[in-house]
């Protein structure tokens, strides 16, 4: 996608030059040496001065990061802790970071992970990791998924989406725009699939919540017939609030069928045992290179979910139109391979979904505890 971005020669030679400097220095050698460096150049600035003089007055023993994958203003932290040898803990956010979204410096003292995979791709891409002080704990951000006081009332929740207590929907969960432009072309050929198929269907569309692109302005004016609701989430800061948590929740609890592009949601699906349909063809009729909707199925961290058999992974819209009137004439298809996906994949043994997601931000809390005594000795 870089390389068909630069078009003027100064900008092809300098994508060639980044490019041959990457290829070289694309080693644990090498990135160990470059972490160093800008580690020290980091100390000298300014940058981290604040906290400097903070973590010197505080003396806090552990520093505890929510995500791995952080902000400028998190560098900043980070680094003064580092400069003071002050410990610090970081959550693996999600399943695909370490491998799909860039590298972490410089890297934490603890981690914890989803699950023994994610804590391989760790160690085998930062080898400099303490496997010791790698922590499988699940992760908190499904647990209210299976709290009751997330529960709301299938008639209750219908009127707050603007249906009727009989209607029936189908839920499409948008990715972000720059990953997959022109998905408000493929929701349109889907809701006219679904026309096709039973004109009483309701599409319903959540949005990537933290895509600002405003792609689907258009579509909410001219398709009234798609639901489209608006995500409750606090813009400046990215974060979602209360109130979304319960409306997600509820969303995918009511939903037919689930469809998206390789997409987390997928394992939400799972987890409430509804039926998942990947999106796995380039829209018709769209030249949209360099950009490829197949090529997320072979992505390292989705490549088995793909495989699994728990989620259809359809390769043109008649295969959409099939696998949609598969789950709609009988639900239960494929249910086994969703419930032994998500066992397998979070590593769950003899406890159920609401016990395991339960026990996640416990197990955290733990070691954070433990880590803060071994430092205390």
Known sequence: MRDVEAKTFNKKFKRKFKKILASVLSNNFSLSKLDSLYKKIFFKSKNIEEFDKL???????????????????????LMAAKKNNIKTATFLFSWDNLTSQGRMFPQYDYYFAWNSKIKKDLIRIYPDSKPENVFITGTPQFMFHFDDKFYVPRDKFLKELGLSEGDKYILYSAGMSHHVPHEPYVIERISEILKNIDPNLKLVVRIYAKDKSGIYDDLKIRRKDINIPEVKWEKNYATPLIEDSYFYSNLLRYCEIGINIASTVSLELCMFNKPAINIGYN???INVYPYDYTRYYEFDHYKPIAQSGAVDV???EEELKYSIKKYLSNPEVDSDKRVKLINDFFEINNVSFEAYFKSSNDYIISYLGKIIKESNH
Request: aromatic share 10%.
């Open 283 to 285: 829209p018709p009729g």
């Open 55 to 77: 973590f010197k007055k505080i003396k806090p023993e552990l520093i505890f990061f929510t995500s791995h994958s952080h902000s400028v203003i998190a560098e900043k932290v």
């Open 314 to 316: 359809v390769k043109d």
